[in-house]
Nanobody, 121 residues
């Protein structure tokens, strides 16, 4: 069974840092570039950071210069380094894989369970 599992969330003071990790497990041939989203209760899920198909990265304007997305493809792991955190960064953070190729089938739009980040003022 293929899963995406996030970790690294928690409570941090404004100005602090956290590093989120997303690990893809299961029998996987390939994963299209993964992405980080976040969601505040009552609001739409928003894209925070993403890899593009050509290997570059995109960031939401609200996190540019503070967040950095990276990955270890061999370990099927993605990271989100979050620095200079603000109270408005408080949300549940999700990793997403648009396309995962496994033996026998292709999985579309796979999500992790989310990890809560709370930034206190």
């Amino acid at each position: 069974q293929v899963q995406l599992v996030e970790s690294g969330g928690g409570l941090v003071q404004a100005g602090g840092s956290l590093r989120l990790t997303c690990v893809a497990s299961g029998r996987i041939f390939s994963i299209n570039p993964m992405r980080w989203f976040r969601q505040v209760p009552g609001k739409q899920r928003e894209l925070v950071a993403a890899f593009t198909s050509d290997g570059s990265t995109n960031y939401a304007d609200s996190v540019k210069g503070r967040f950095t997305i990276s990955s270890d493809n061999a370990q099927k792991t993605m990271y989100l380094q979050m620095n200079s955190l603000k109270p408005e960064d408080t949300a549940v953070y999700y990793c997403n894989a648009p396309r995962i190729t496994t033996p026998g089938r292709v999985l579309l739009d796979t999500w992790g369970q989310g990890t809560l980040v709370t930034v206190s003022s």
